[in-house]
């Protein structure tokens, strides 16, 4: 059926060279992922009809297998979760860890991956998938060549290089290399200082982009693609009339503890066992006052870095190495702003650029309390739930490179997010018990979450999609703009604007005809 499916979509020009219009939608889950892999059967191998009659194997190893049926027969090995038929039939049964309870890749029906983080641990003695089949191999004297999640991870980058960031510089340097052999250029160290609008009979329109060099380069169609903190451009924007709005983001303190406390926290008894790594946390607390505070960006077994970007700032980030072994854990612990909230920090009522102005305050401020020398603020957690300036570190010591000066961080941001920082972090001790430990380190100032403004574009399914609204030719992408919160989801939002460009041409070229998709073969 498919081998005809397959020729009556080349047949009807679905397949060609240039386009590949034949999909397929599977019914089983992770079967894209297990094709897209090489998981099938090998020369003189068995498919799965085969492997299920009866007589032909003494022993069937079913991973997480349960829509089909095993006729008595083979002894059954059963590695799952829902225990629905394969489990049923199972001689043994060997519990694995949902979704929500391990790390895992998935290729998704698009073919794209994606990573999914663990929510929850495993009850009882479930176990990760990969942790299963190692042990299972040690015990046959047959050890696979991974004995950790990240070796494992570094062994199927190595083999297949589109499902992680192995070679992602290479990535890089071919798509640069084809851009420019499609006609593109690439220009390194220069720097965009103005838009070029201009009035036309329909209005104003985007006509290209002023250089800093002065140099002007044309085009009808400018796609923006900014950073977070990109403020000069912001400025620009705003200046030039460019639609723009705040919209929410957070602030706070970065915190560190022992990485081995909150492995133990996390894995109890089997802390420090090499199979596990370092410990991952997530957590999240709905205050009284009406903030939400929440762990950002963790790092297991990292460092708390520098992240200013303007002169007179403190601004503190975190990073974690390929490795993992440092010897504290650090997060991001935030609290929501909202675009009222920075309406007084504004230079006019209703500026939208008043959320950059809030953060620009709150890491200046940062700056004076590190002593103005880029040290950044930080106290001891008992010091700050009691109120009292920390004078001496205890157990942990702080990562921030240069240096961390110990002051009072009750002053470093907003009373209500003071207040709702002081209500989350003794609540987070009943997930991870230790967490509200005397000595853990509290650095200023996370500000520097997400990007405090959104540039608003037409919808997906306008004439002029995805641009903004008012100033067409303009397309506003990623997270600078406001339409992602990190680096896959400014990726998607890339390719959703580079499809809206190439419909917006495809109807200037073919005058008269339907729209369609961007990836019509036409």
Same mark, same amino acid.
């Given at each position: 059926?498919?081998?005809? *499916?397959?020729?009556? *979509?080349?047949?009807?020009?679905?397949?060609?060279? %240039?386009?590949?219009?034949?999909?397929?939608?599977?019914?089983?889950?992770?079967?894209?992922?297990?094709? #897209?892999?090489?998981?099938?059967?090998?020369?003189?191998?068995?498919?799965?009809?085969?492997?299920?009659?009866?007589? @032909?194997?003494?022993?069937?190893?079913?991973?997480?297998?349960?829509?089909?049926? @095993?006729?008595?027969?083979?002894?059954?090995?059963?590695?799952?979760?829902?225990?629905?038929?394969?489990?049923?039939?199972?001689?043994?049964?060997?519990?694995?860890?949902?979704?929500?309870?391990?790390?895992?890749?998935?290729?998704?029906?698009?073919?794209?991956?994606?990573?999914?983080?663990?929510?929850?641990?495993?009850?009882? /003695?479930?176990? /990760?998938?990969?942790?299963?089949?190692?042990?299972?191999?040690?015990?046959?004297?047959?050890?696979?060549?991974?004995?950790?999640?990240?070796?494992?991870?570094?062994?199927?980058?190595?083999?297949?290089?589109?499902?992680?960031?192995?070679?992602?510089?290479?990535?890089?340097?071919?798509?640069?290399?084809?851009?420019?052999?499609?006609?593109?250029?690439?220009?390194?160290?220069?720097?965009?200082?103005?838009?070029?609008?201009?009035?036309?009979?329909?209005?104003?329109?985007?006509?290209?982009?002023?250089? %800093?060099?002065?140099?002007?380069?044309?085009?009808?169609?400018?796609?923006?693609?900014?950073?977070?903190?990109?403020?000069?451009?912001?400025?620009?924007?705003?200046?030039?009339?460019?639609?723009?709005?705040?919209? !929410?983001?957070?602030?706070?303190?970065?915190?560190?503890? !022992?990485?081995?406390?909150?492995?133990?926290?996390?894995?109890?008894?089997?802390?420090?066992?090499?199979?596990?790594?370092?410990?991952?946390?997530?957590?999240?607390?709905?205050? &009284?006052?009406?903030?939400?505070?929440?762990?950002?960006?963790? =790092?297991?077994?990292?460092?708390?870095?520098?992240? *200013?970007?303007?002169?007179?700032?403190?601004?503190?980030?975190?990073?974690?190495?390929?490795?993992?072994?440092?010897?504290?854990?650090?997060?991001?612990?935030?609290?929501?702003?909202?675009?009222?909230?920075?309406?007084?920090?504004?230079?006019?009522?209703?500026?939208?650029?008043?959320?950059?102005?809030?953060?620009?305050?709150?890491?200046?401020?940062?700056? /004076?309390?590190?002593?103005? &020398?880029?040290?950044? !603020?930080?106290?001891?957690?008992?010091?700050?739930?009691?109120?009292?300036?920390?004078?001496?570190?205890?157990?942990?010591?702080? &990562?921030?490179?240069? =240096?961390?000066?110990?002051?009072?961080?009750?002053?470093?941001? !907003?009373?209500?997010?003071?207040?709702?920082?002081?209500?989350?972090?003794? *609540?987070?001790?009943?997930?991870?018990?230790?967490?509200?430990?005397?000595?853990?380190?509290?650095?200023?100032? /996370?500000?520097?979450?997400?990007?405090?403004?959104?540039?608003?574009?037409?919808?997906?399914?306008?004439?002029?999609?995805?641009?903004?609204?008012?100033?067409?030719?303009?397309?506003?992408?990623?997270?600078?703009?406001?339409?992602?919160?990190?680096?896959?989801?400014?990726?998607?939002?890339?390719?959703?604007?580079?499809?809206?460009?190439?419909?917006?041409?495809?109807?200037?070229?073919?005058?008269?005809?339907?729209?369609?998709?961007?990836? #019509?073969?036409?």
């Amino acid at each position: 059926i498919l081998a005809l *499916a397959a020729k009556l *979509a080349k047949a009807h020009g679905a397949l060609t060279p %240039e386009w590949n219009g034949f999909n397929i939608l599977h019914t089983e889950a992770s079967l894209v992922g297990a094709l #897209d892999i090489g998981f099938v059967p090998g020369e003189g191998g068995l498919d799965t009809s085969a492997m299920i009659k009866a007589g @032909v194997l003494d022993v069937l190893y079913l991973l997480g297998v349960d829509e089909i049926e @095993v006729p008595a027969g083979a002894f059954v090995i059963y590695q799952g979760t829902h225990g629905d038929r394969g489990a049923h039939r199972a001689d043994v049964i060997l519990p694995g860890a949902t979704y929500t309870e391990k790390s895992g890749l998935y290729v998704n029906t698009e073919g794209r991956v994606q990573l999914a983080n663990r929510a929850i641990f495993p009850p009882g /003695e479930a176990r /990760e998938d990969w942790a299963i089949i190692r042990a299972l191999s040690g015990a046959l004297d047959l050890p696979v060549a991974f004995d950790s999640l990240t070796a494992l991870r570094k062994a199927l980058y190595a083999a297949h290089p589109h499902v992680g960031t192995f070679k992602l510089v290479k990535v890089v340097e071919n798509m640069r290399e084809q851009i420019i052999a499609l006609g593109g250029e690439i220009r390194f160290n220069q720097k965009v200082a103005d838009l070029q609008i201009e009035d036309g009979p329909d209005g104003k329109h985007v006509r290209g982009v002023t250089l %800093e060099s002065g140099e002007q380069i044309r085009a009808d169609q400018v796609i923006l693609a900014l950073g977070h903190s990109a403020r000069d451009s912001f400025t620009m924007l705003r200046d030039r009339g460019v639609a723009m709005e705040r919209k !929410p983001f957070s602030v706070g303190v970065r915190i560190e503890h !022992p990485q081995p406390l909150i492995d133990a926290a996390r894995w109890g008894s089997c802390a420090g066992h090499p199979l596990l790594g370092a410990a991952e946390y997530k957590l999240v607390h709905h205050c &009284s006052n009406g903030r939400c505070v929440y762990s950002f960006c963790m =790092c297991p077994g990292g460092l708390v870095v520098g992240a *200013a970007s303007e002169a007179g700032g403190v601004v503190t980030n975190g990073m974690s190495q390929h490795s993992r072994n440092e010897r504290n854990a650090n997060s991001g612990i935030v609290v929501n702003i909202e675009p009222d909230d920075v309406e007084a920090y504004g230079a006019f009522p209703g500026d939208p650029l008043a959320g950059v102005a809030f953060q620009r305050h709150w890491e200046q401020r940062a700056f /004076e309390l590190g002593g103005s &020398s880029f040290a950044a !603020p930080a106290q001891r957690l008992g010091d700050f739930l009691a109120g009292r300036p920390s004078e001496q570190l205890g157990s942990v010591a702080p &990562s921030y490179a240069p =240096c961390i000066r110990l002051t009072d961080l009750s002053t470093a941001l !907003p009373e209500e997010v003071i207040t709702a920082l002081r209500e989350a972090l003794p *609540a987070f001790n009943r997930s991870i018990d230790g967490y509200a430990m005397e000595d853990a380190i509290l650095t200023g100032v /996370e500000t520097r979450t997400s990007s405090p403004i959104r540039l608003p574009r037409q919808g997906e399914s306008a004439d002029d999609a995805l641009q903004s609204v008012n100033t067409p030719g303009l397309y506003p992408a990623g997270e600078g703009a406001g339409y992602a919160g990190g680096i896959l989801s400014a990726a998607m939002d890339g390719i959703r604007v580079a499809e809206a460009v190439a419909i917006t041409l495809r109807r200037r070229w073919h005058r008269g005809e339907p729209g369609g998709s961007a990836c #019509d073969p036409a």
